[in-house]
């Protein structure tokens, strides 16, 4: 039997290399645990029992605590990146026109108001979003001077 056992974790971690997550694994590993009790053991019942045990303890215990470590990086890039910075209208912005363009990272962008107005050439917004291909911006407010 205990071959049986073996088999389904090579399987089990085979589905795992094939798939996302990190899931199957414990899966496998509860086979092999299983695979080592059923050297032992000859009752398919107990078998079973260990199989789903173990399965389930590792799943739960240490799915977590590897988590932790395979963590993805959350590095905004490309438009995004932009959100929340200060950039300065290179191209009135009229909301009525549905014209204007800011500068910000180097970087030319097509840009709207957030609200109903004009902003003028050379004042500085602040990027709230990103709409399409283009920014939605507000005035930057004016930092006070000592």
Known sequence: MWQIWLILA????????MGPGFLIF?????????????????????QIG?????????LFCTRPFVKKFTKEDTTITNANSIIGKTGIVTKEINSMKGIGQIKVNGEVWSAKCS???IIEEGEKVTILDINGVKAIVEKAKE???L
Not at 10 to 17: G, Y
Not at 50 to 58: D, E, G, K, N, Q
């Open 10 to 17: 090579i399987l089990f971690f085979i589905l795992e290399m």
């Open 50 to 58: 260990i199989f789903v045990i173990s399965s389930t303890l590792l």
């Open 115 to 117: 609200k109903e107005g």
């Open 26 to 46: 414990w899966v496998g590993v509860g086979a092999l645990i299983t695979t080592v009790v059923s050297l032992f053991v000859d009752s398919i019942v107990i």
């Open 143 to 145: 930092e006070a001077t």
